[in-house]
T-cell receptor, first 116, second 114 residues
Framework: AQKVTQAQTEISVVEKEDVTLDCVYE???????LFWYKQPPSGELVFLIR??????QNEISGRYSWNFQKSTSSFNFTITASQVVDSAVYFC?????????????FGTGTRLKVLA | EPEVTQTPSHQVTQMGQEVILRCVPI?????FYWYRQILGQKVEFLVS????????KSEIFDDQFSVERPDGSNFTLKIRSTKLEDSAMYFC????????????FGEGSRLTVL
């Protein structure tokens, strides 16, 4: 069963538009962690945010905000007033405790293209 | 700021050759990982390593793959006899304790098998 689903394969927006990237996860754990990573065209994976399952407070960091809702098992990521530099692939990831170890599972990613 | 470093950044090899990809995790980190990303596809887990042994491995991590921490700082991934389908970006990652840590990734090593 797929643990992390990013249904949007690719999104294109015009600069200054707001955009939301969806992430739906599946886990039986009561304690788990969710992450977002950015992969710009240069290829590296850049950590953006971590959220634990007990903290449903939304978080804002500059133009980035995250909406964590346990009721719908979603952890969505919104970029406000998008910029060309936001163009990247964004990965949502889940960390849960399985078989005596912590496993990190990535979604398939959403490619965001911000057009000037 | 501490970072995970990987070498080489790009390696081209012939099918059947052995390849070693090297990683230097962040110095106080204790958990190490290798992930693979075939071009344009998802980031796939290969193996995790803790306390000088493999803690988990995926079905991708077959007998052709091995990992080693030879000297307390380097963490290597060896592919004994490369296949065309091993062409991918390989990412090393590390994390610290406690568990709440996110993975810190290196910049990746691109492997091209001809």
């Amino acid at each position: 069963a797929q643990k992390v689903t990013q249904a949007q394969t690719e999104i294109s927006v015009v600069e200054k538009e707001d955009v939301t990237l969806d992430c739906v996860y599946e886990t039986r754990d009561t304690t788990y962690y969710l992450f977002w990573y950015k992969q710009p065209p240069s290829g590296e994976l850049v950590f953006l945010i971590r959220r634990n399952s007990f903290d449903e407070q939304n978080e804002i960091s500059g133009r980035y905000s995250w909406n964590f809702q346990k009721s719908t098992s979603s952890f969505n990521f919104t970029i406000t007033a998008s910029q060309v530099v936001d163009s990247a692939v964004y990965f949502c990831a889940l960390s849960e405790y399985l078989s005596g170890t912590y496993k990190y599972i990535f979604g398939t990613g959403t490619r965001l293209k911000v057009l000037a | 700021e501490p970072e995970v470093t990987q070498t080489p950044s790009h390696q081209v090899t012939q099918m059947g050759q052995e390849v070693i990809l090297r990683c230097v995790p962040i110095s106080n980190h204790l958990y190490f990982y290798w992930y693979r990303q075939i071009l344009g596809q998802k980031v796939e887990f290969l193996v995790s390593f803790y306390n000088n042994e493999i803690s988990e491995k995926s079905e991708i991590f077959d007998d052709q793959f091995s990992v080693e921490r030879p000297d307390g700082s380097n963490f290597t991934l060896k592919i004994r006899s490369t296949k065309l389908e091993d062409s991918a970006m390989y990412f090393c990652a590390s994390r610290t304790r406690p568990y709440t840590g996110e993975l810190f990734f290196g910049e990746g090593s691109r492997l091209t098998v001809l």
